[in-house]
């Protein structure tokens, strides 16, 4: 289209438009909000969870009495998304309205609750009904042909299958979440041992695997296979193992469980829902060497940071798990769950929740509601 001719005319349209509907619902007797929820396109995770937040929120009954409320999404430009069939799926399921329409919206200044119209940003924390409610993102037979596919790769391909992603520690950002894969490969060996096949799944690595082991492929889609394969994979696992990714925001969009190494930080975690299990790492004082609890670094105002360097300027190192002790948390976990998913316990507080609740519940509750991960702690 001709930017020239966007700016004479098209863009003058959507005003008058928005005007015209802005006065129109002033008017009308029944009493109605527009809400626009705008969701983030450039990171994969938000793209998995945030229209899963956005339908569960829809299924709420309105209330007798109540402003009747029309919801729709802005999914924001296709060029611009982590996942572009992610994307394309999303349009499909979702009543959206283009961004530059929102971006007007905003500029003219409609989306205060006072004109009826709210445009907020999505949330993909909330969690808590999750496992209440089947996941909206497909389940196919071609998906299912694109997973057996892929595992032929394997020399035993029906064997149930864990997936393993980690965030790379060559981005240089010396964030806390950063791994090699190599630091994974005793785990990969003890899943195989015990049955299953192993992927280690991304879209691109700078990081390859530098090991080959029977029942193991390190996978990258834009490398080895075709758009939507993270999709297939993740909907035909048991579980996957990550240190945050994005990937496992997929896994909890298909409500697989997943298990968080090193999650060093409440800030980032998942805890609104079961499907989410967080090791927590060693922490270390720097000036005496001693371990430090989780009561002590609660204490030490390091129970809600965001960044990975608050923890030095803290007096605190963050131990990272060595490979042994990964491959033997992967074990414990997994003889745990089994293949059976993770169930709340509401009789159950422990006092890791407690604790956290204590200094941090304002914070927690606004954010995920009520605590329903698990805790591993060291």
Aim: proline share 5%; charged share 25%.
């Amino acid at each position: 289209m001709d930017l020239s001719f966007f700016k004479r005319i098209v863009k003058p349209a959507i005003t008058a438009i928005i005007w015209s509907f802005r006065i129109l619902i002033r008017q009308t007797w029944v009493p109605i909000r527009i809400e626009v929820v705008v969701m983030e396109p450039r990171f994969f995770g938000h793209q998995c969870l945030e229209p899963e937040v956005f339908l569960m929120d829809s299924l709420e009954p309105q209330k007798p009495n109540r402003v009747r409320e029309m919801r729709f999404a802005c999914l924001g430009k296709r060029a611009n998304a982590a996942n572009q069939t992610l994307w394309d799926i999303r349009k499909k399921q979702l009543r959206s309205i283009p961004s530059w329409v929102v971006s007007e919206v905003v500029r003219q200044e409609f989306g205060r609750t006072s004109d009826k119209i709210l445009v907020r940003h999505a949330d993909y924390h909330r969690l808590n009904r999750l496992t209440q409610t089947p996941t909206s993102l497909p389940i196919s037979r071609e998906l299912s042909s694109r997973y057996e596919t892929i595992c032929e790769l394997h020399s035993v391909p029906r064997r149930p299958l864990v997936i393993v992603t980690v965030r790379e520690a060559t981005t240089g950002d010396g964030d806390l979440r950063n791994r090699r894969i190599a630091d994974f490969r005793i785990a990969i060996e003890t899943l195989v041992g015990r049955g299953y096949n192993v992927i280690r799944l991304t879209h691109r690595t700078a990081d390859p695997a530098d090991f080959s082991l029977a029942g193991f492929i390190d996978y990258q889609v834009a490398r080895h296979g075709l758009p939507g394969d993270e999709l297939a994979l993740i909907a035909n696992c048991d579980f996957v193992v990550s240190t945050t990714t994005g990937i496992d925001c997929l896994a909890l969009a298909y409500r697989k469980p997943v298990l968080y190494i090193d999650a060093a930080r409440f800030f980032y975690m998942f805890l609104g829902t079961e499907l989410a299990t967080c090791h927590l790492p060693e922490y270390e004082d720097l000036e005496t060497g001693q371990l430090i609890s989780l009561p002590e670094l609660l204490d030490r105002g390091l129970g809600w940071v965001k960044h990975s360097e608050a923890f030095e300027l803290a007096g605190v190192r963050v131990r990272k798990t060595s490979p042994a002790d990964i491959a033997r948390v992967v074990d414990d976990y997994e003889r745990k769950i089994g293949h059976q998913m993770p169930t709340v316990r509401d009789d159950v507080e422990p006092h890791w929740q407690k604790q956290l609740m204590e200094r941090h519940g304002k914070e927690i509750l606004s954010r995920h509601g009520k605590i329903y991960a698990s805790l591993l702690v060291p």
